[in-house]
């Protein structure tokens, strides 16, 4: 009988201690849960399926942080047209920008394309950088190991096994590197739709032949697939797009170049280390399968 | 020689030598091994410095292993080009092209529907002055910043197109309130209803629905004063409450501080057999309000929002002077729009908001859906306070009763095209009622209108807008048909729109 209350009061007290994160993506999803471990639960606001660009403020993320003590987000200005919003309307002050309670994953490592030019001329670029760091497994070991620091400040007397926790996930993702390299070593690259694979490709040192997109954020136009065309004829490659990308400007394009249009997911379908290895493997293999 | 023997003897206290060693041959040895060692140190030297450099070289070319380094160094805040300023500005401009099938006195009409509110002469700010042909719409300009960690502040101007600024709003926010709680002051939009706290760039139509416009004002509920929201654990059920009190200036249905004229609107004098006396304006604030937001979790496509609120203006004045139309003479009692009178009381107001949006997987918003509805009810309860003609006694009663809603749904038709349907009514239930019974009942005016809006990026987009109105004006129906094209641009940091 005294087991079983000790039991169940050590399950409360464990509940009650347990950190309650809130990820906006399924990515920043699977780095709370592996981080985390038993010490967080963790609910991620944008399905996997949807374009984090483009959501809006709901009711229910509001709900959500309303009790997080921390919200993982990706960053610099990728959830900017919901998140503040939703922050906002949730009326919790530890999870404002700036206090402990705010991680964003862009702000642990260097960007690529930071400090160009805010000029909209080009799109809806990110002057502080690209933020998609959330494709880069190099950086994503960098990003653990911060927010393992992070909710080591949280709670203080569960520091040890975050430190572990995000120390195992990074070598983890670190011991891959090599065998991801060796198997895209000599494809030939890919056009991109979006610049959201522009980290992996620079990891694994394939180059980005031209994006279907011709500024981020808007349609492909006939004429911008016909100037691609007209550059990359007679040269291999692979077109990488999201299902929630229009599959019509790949299409043409895969047409008139005679490449593979291939599905790729940019965020892991489930929760836990394999689910973003698994998505890594993905385009690893769409990239390789390139090579003639 | 006496230098070298003076280096000779300052190497002898350097080196742990005998001291003997005063012979030209020991002087040599002692002097090659010198050399030897002054060598030895300068390579040493020079390894470490060019060993400093290379790795100097190397942390310049490799930002990635310089952040490597740091890895396990948690950094706060938020990445983000917006906060180089200090406050966030943004700019929207606005404009419409604009046509109607009455010879451009559409708009007029819509100003003058028959209603609780239009017939008295309050002067209150005019937006209707469209024109037929090209318009610059209001433009608006925003700033917003955190003030210090408690408080942010927002302040948002608009200029119309003469270059009259106006403050739409200014006000603070709390930031650091416990258990959900929020404080917000300054002029700002009330917090009831769905429409009412969002601004012309936000709408999905280029006009305010007939409802607002008749029973809150073109702009809904602006005020000054102070809000209090709180926002309660309840489950997996999003709850928002929250209270204001308002100063409640130039409310349609809550004004104070008016004074009866001495001259008629027609320059005749006020008869001198009138009675009573309008009451002084009462200390502010005089409009309360309060309302409720709901939204459960329906999941990752489907978001619905319900709402209710309710407010009370604790005082208004209206003063019906109509003697300037159609030479109605002198106040004559079997003509009651030839007496000038005032009325007072006070106002009450509740309404119901509902809102639902599908998100499609689709990619710029294709198969989105919208559907959002308000019902507003407006009781205006007043007593005569002056008249002219003293066959009416003053003293009583005028019960003045508005209602009106508008339903409205947006579907996303293909990628960043938006095609939207609104139907909207005012005056549903549309009387002026005295003691004795109904003095005045009104017609309901209606309208149908159809909008397609194109999204060119996240920043611009171009709206075609036509509707057709049924509209009562002095108790006549008026056809109205209305043409817009619009554009609307933003410019700068603009922050998130709420749901």
Known sequence: MRIVLMAMLSLLAQMAWALDVVATTASMGVLAREVGGEGVRVRVLAPPDRDPHMLQAKPSMMRALRDADLVVAVGAELEMGWLPAAIRGAANPRLLPGRLGYFEAAAQVPLMESGQAADRALGDVHPAGNPHVNMDPARMAVIAQALGERMARLQPDQAAGFRARAARFAEALTERLPGWKAQAKGAPGAVLYHKDGDYLMALLGLPVLGYVEPVPGVPPSASHLNALTGKLKGQGGVILYHAYQPAQGPARLAQALGWPARVVPLEPDGGDLQAYVRLIDAWVSALAQART | ?499
């Open chain 2, 1 to 499: 020689m006496f230098k070298r023997h003076m280096l000779a003897g300052a190497i002898a206290c350097a080196f742990p030598l005998p001291a003997l060693a005063a012979a030209d041959a020991d002087l040599a040895a002692l002097r090659a091994e010198f050399d030897q060692k002054l060598a030895a140190i300068q390579a040493e030297y020079e390894a470490r410095l060019k060993a400093m450099e290379s790795r100097l070289a190397q942390a310049e070319t490799q930002p990635q292993s310089s952040a490597s380094r740091e890895s396990g160094r948690d950094r706060l805040g938020a990445v983000s080009s917006g906060s180089g300023f200090n406050p966030q500005m943004s700019v929207i401009l606005d404009g419409v092209y604009y046509t109607d099938n009455r010879r451009g006195a559409g708009m007029g009409f819509m100003e003058e529907i028959d209603g609780i509110n239009h017939a008295h002469d309050h002067e209150g700010h005019s937006h209707g002055e469209t024109e037929r042909g090209f318009n610059l719409r209001a433009t608006e300009v925003a700033f917003s910043a955190t003030v210090d960690p408690w408080f942010d502040a927002n302040l948002l101007l608009t200029v119309d197109s003469g270059g009259g600024v106006e403050v739409e709003e200014a006000y603070f926010d709390t930031r650091s309130l416990p258990a959900g709680w929020k404080i917000r002051g300054g002029k700002f939009l009330s917090g009831v209803g769905y429409l009412n706290n969002q601004h012309p760039h936000t709408w999905d139509f280029v006009d305010q629905n007939l409802a607002y416009r008749t029973l809150l004002g073109e702009h809904g509920i602006m005020d000054t004063g102070l809000q209090l929201t709180w926002t309660p654990r309840t489950g997996s059920v999003y709850t928002l409450l929250g209270v204001e009190a308002l100063q409640s200036n130039e409310q349609v249905f809550g004004t104070a501080g008016e004074e009866v004229s001495a001259d008629r609107a027609d320059g005749g004098a006020v008869g001198a057999g009138n009675g009573g006396t309008l009451s002084r304006e009462k200390a502010g604030p005089r409009l309360f309000t309060a309302f409720a937001k709901f939204a459960p979790d329906l999941g990752d496509n489907h978001a619905l929002q319900i709402g209710v609120w309710g407010a009370r203006a604790r005082q208004h004045q209206e003063i019906h002077d109509h003697t300037d139309e159609d030479g109605l003479g002198a106040c004559n009692p079997a003509v009651p729009a030839s007496c000038v009178h005032a009325l007072e009381g006070d106002s009450w107001l509740w309404g119901t908001d509902w809102v639902y949006k599908y998100d499609a997987p689709g990619a710029y918003g294709q198969g989105d859906i919208k559907l959002s509805a308000e019902y507003i009810w407006e009781r205006k309860d007043l007593t005569v306070a002056f008249h002219e003609n003293p066959a009416v006694a003053v003293g009583t009663s005028r019960k003045l009763t508005q209602d009106g809603l508008y339903l409205a749904g947006v579907y996303g038709i293909a990628p960043n095209w938006q095609l939207g349907l609104r139907y909207d009514v005012t005056g549903l239930t549309n009387k002026v009622e005295g003691a004795a019974g109904t003095l005045s009942d009104y017609n309901d005016s209606d309208r149908w209108t159809l909008s397609l809006t194109h999204h060119f990026s996240e920043f611009s987009r171009l709206r075609l807008q036509a509707s057709t109105a049924d509209l009562w004006v002095e108790g006549a129906p008026e056809k109205v048909n209305q043409f817009f094209l619009q554009y609307q641009h933003s410019l700068g940091a603009h922050g998130a729109h709420a749901f």
